[in-house]
């Protein structure tokens, strides 16, 4: 069974926001919850933000791995921006806070900000492949690093990164927040490259 990658597309976005949710420890569904309209399913919202071009969350930063026709993980990512401008910290939501600081550490880097596999493709090796992606996608940019945040509890993520050649730059504390799976602190990670020429 070939793995191949392409760009998302507005029509992947239902399975694109399921993916995001998955990568962002629950954090996109806690925020989209906060941002629906009265009455709006939490998911069906997402779907709307990602299928929009406005906001980092968009279909337009994503690329897909797809095995079969399905859709097996999702990598979002782009260049973080240099000079990187926090804005009023009181004016972003308390549990994203600590992610924005750490953004703001790595201006101009590429920015790895989700990464999933669907559960039926776990430990085929669709993370690593879509890893690759996001490090050919970098040097491209002519970005002379990666970064991403982890969760420090999650071993297996972090053993990964480490494996590809990240390491760990800085950590700030996880906010909780109402089904954070998390304690404990978000980890920075970053990656030096070579840009394409």
């Known amino acids: 069974m070939k793995t191949t990658i392409r760009k998302a597309k507005i029509e992947d976005a239902p399975k694109l926001a399921e993916l995001m949710n998955l990568a962002g420890e629950g954090i996109p569904a806690y925020l989209w919850e906060c941002m629906a309209d009265p009455g709006e399913e939490v998911m069906a919202f997402g779907t709307r933000r990602v299928a929009g071009t406005e906001s980092g969350f968009s279909y337009t930063n994503a690329h897909v791995a797809e095995r079969d026709g399905a859709i097996a993980g999702m990598l ?59 490090e050919r996608l970098a040097a491209e940019s002519h970005a002379t690093m990666l970064s991403l945040i982890v969760a420090e509890q999650n071993a297996a993520a972090h053993r990964l990164y480490e494996k590809l050649g990240y390491q760990v730059y800085a950590r700030r504390p996880i906010v909780p927040f ?10 920075l990670m970053k990656k030096e490259i070579e840009p394409s020429p």
């Not at 994203?96 to 596999?117: D, F, K, Q």
């Not at 109402?178 to 980890?187: A, K, L």
């Open 76 to 134: 979002l990512g782009y260049r973080l921006p240099d000079p990187y401008e926090t804005g009023p910290l009181d004016e972003i939501p308390a549990v994203v806070r600590p992610l924005v600081e750490l953004e703001a550490l790595v201006p101009g880097s590429w920015y790895v900000n989700a990464v999933a596999t669907d559960s039926a493709y776990r430990g085929q090796g669709v993370g690593r492949m879509l890893m690759e992606e996001a």
């Open 178 to 187: 109402p089904g954070c799976p998390h304690t404990g602190d978000w980890v």
